[in-house]
Structure formats: structure tokens, C-alpha cells
């Protein structure tokens, strides 16, 4: 049998237990709250204006992140690092576990807004994925340069930071700009490199450093009068 094949093997009977120890509580506690914010829009008579629903959509983003920024958490990472597939094909499980359920619950908050208050769905659809992909970044790097083996708190407390940050400095990066400054496009243009670095990183930074497996890795000894 080939090693693809074992991989593969290994991999679909990782499905199940991987499943079972993704942080349901923290991912349903987020995805419920960003869901409730996003449907408080609904409650008055009147549908709030435009510019309202991108703040409300921003903050539904933020929540959704701030969940995300669990995903990686793992009791067992110290008695897995040295296993046969590594950390990247088990994160990138993790990952397409959890991928279809984060599309199908941003699709509901976007329609959770009534039609006149909804934004422009691309823009806001990128700066959701910027958010989520940086904190899977952070708690990726979390992961890579220290041995924590549960990164998802310290993870959410940067990235509230970094949110307060971004409200702080709004004029000076310009990424919690409206569609009537004249700068909104070079605003999504930020937003598209922020992706586009934290999925570099969390890519770069998900395998295992190989001095740590070695490090890790168990040592045999041969049978006394060997």
C-alpha cells in the first residue's frame, strides 16, 4: 500500500475523533451570540439604515472570530505532535470540518438583516474572512512558538485588542471605512492583504517545528541482554 494511501486511511479515521474534540462550546456560544446581535435588527418597526447594519454585521464578524480563535485547541497536542500525519493534515481536518458550518452561519446573519439594511455582500463578506483568518493566524502562531496546548483565550484577548486598535486609529489604515469615503476601495484593498497575509502565516506556521518533534519523540530501548 502506498504512504498517500495509509495517510489517507489515517486521516478518514481521524474524522470521528477529531470531530468529537473540537470546542463545541466556545464555537455554539459565539455563533449563537453573533446570530442574536445580527438578528436584533428585526426587532424595531422600521429597518435600521445601511450604515448601522455594516456596524452590526462588523461586531457579528468579530464574535464569530473571537470563536474561531478556539478552533485549534488541543489537550492532546503534546501526545500527537509526533504522530504519523502531523499537525498540518489534522489542523486542515479541523478546518474542513468546521469550514461548511462558518459558511452556512454567516449566510443566515446576512439574511438575518432585512434587505434595506444589509451592506454590500462581498465587502462584508471579506472583512468577516480577514477577521476569522487572522484569528486563526494568532492562535496559530500561539501554537507554533510556545507549547500551550489550548491557545484559544490568549488568542481571543489579542484579537479584541486588535479590534479596539482598529476603532481607535480608524483614519490612519482606514479599515472601518464606509462606501461614501472616497477611500473604500483602497479599504477593501486593506482588508484583502490582511487575508491574504494571515492565511499566509497560518500556513506557514502550522507544521510542527521539526526540533520539537525531535525533541518529542519517544525513545526506545532495547530489551536488557540485547
Same mark, same amino acid.
Given at each position: 500500500?502506498?504512504?498517500?494511501?495509509?495517510?489517507?486511511?489515517?486521516?478518514?479515521?481521524?474524522?470521528?475523533?477529531?470531530?468529537?474534540?473540537?470546542?463545541?462550546?466556545?464555537?455554539?456560544?459565539?455563533?449563537?451570540?453573533?446570530?442574536?446581535?445580527?438578528?436584533?435588527?428585526?426587532?424595531?418597526? &422600521?429597518?435600521?439604515?445601511?450604515?448601522?447594519?455594516?456596524?452590526?454585521?462588523?461586531?457579528?464578524?468579530?464574535?464569530?472570530?473571537?470563536?474561531?480563535?478556539?478552533?485549534?485547541?488541543?489537550?492532546?497536542?503534546?501526545?500527537?505532535?509526533?504522530?504519523?500525519?502531523?499537525?498540518?493534515?489534522?489542523?486542515?481536518?479541523?478546518?474542513?470540518?468546521?469550514?461548511?458550518?462558518?459558511?452556512?452561519?454567516?449566510?443566515?446573519?446576512?439574511?438575518?438583516?432585512?434587505?434595506?439594511?444589509?451592506?454590500?455582500?462581498?465587502?462584508?463578506?471579506?472583512?468577516?474572512?480577514?477577521?476569522?483568518?487572522?484569528?486563526?493566524?494568532?492562535?496559530?502562531?500561539?501554537?507554533?512558538?510556545?507549547?500551550?496546548?489550548?491557545?484559544?483565550?490568549?488568542?481571543?484577548?489579542?484579537?479584541?485588542?486588535?479590534?479596539?486598535?482598529?476603532?481607535?486609529?480608524?483614519?490612519?489604515?482606514?479599515?472601518?471605512?464606509?462606501?461614501?469615503?472616497?477611500?473604500?476601495?483602497?479599504?477593501?484593498?486593506?482588508?484583502?492583504?490582511?487575508?491574504?497575509?494571515?492565511?499566509?502565516?497560518?500556513?506557514?506556521?502550522?507544521?510542527?517545528?521539526? &526540533?520539537?518533534?525531535?525533541?518529542?519523540?519517544?525513545?526506545?530501548?532495547?530489551?536488557?541482554?540485547?
Amino acid at each position: 500500500m502506498s504512504s498517500q494511501a495509509v495517510s489517507g486511511a489515517l486521516l478518514r479515521s481521524l474524522v470521528q475523533p477529531v470531530w468529537r474534540s473540537l470546542p463545541w462550546r466556545a464555537l455554539s456560544t459565539a455563533g449563537g451570540l453573533g446570530l442574536l446581535l445580527a438578528g436584533t435588527t428585526r426587532l424595531s418597526d &422600521h429597518a435600521p439604515d445601511a450604515d448601522l447594519g455594516r456596524l452590526i454585521l462588523r461586531l457579528t464578524a468579530l464574535i464569530g472570530a473571537l470563536g474561531i480563535a478556539f478552533l485549534l485547541d488541543d489537550p492532546a497536542r503534546n501526545t500527537t505532535a509526533a504522530t504519523p500525519l502531523g499537525r498540518a493534515p489534522r489542523a486542515a481536518l479541523r478546518l474542513a470540518l468546521t469550514a461548511p458550518i462558518a459558511a452556512l452561519w454567516w449566510t443566515t446573519a446576512l439574511l438575518l438583516l432585512p434587505a434595506p439594511t444589509r451592506p454590500a455582500l462581498g465587502p462584508a463578506t471579506l472583512e468577516a474572512a480577514a477577521m476569522a483568518v487572522g484569528a486563526l493566524a494568532l492562535a496559530t502562531a500561539a501554537i507554533r512558538f510556545t507549547d500551550t496546548a489550548e491557545a484559544g483565550r490568549p488568542t481571543a484577548i489579542w484579537l479584541g485588542v486588535a479590534a479596539v486598535l482598529a476603532v481607535l486609529i480608524p483614519n490612519r489604515w482606514g479599515l472601518l471605512g464606509t462606501p461614501q469615503d472616497p477611500y473604500w476601495a483602497a479599504t477593501q484593498v486593506r482588508w484583502a492583504l490582511l487575508l491574504g497575509v494571515t492565511a499566509t502565516m497560518s500556513v506557514l506556521w502550522t507544521p510542527e517545528p521539526l &526540533h520539537r518533534v525531535r525533541r518529542r519523540r519517544p525513545v526506545s530501548f532495547s530489551p536488557s541482554g540485547a
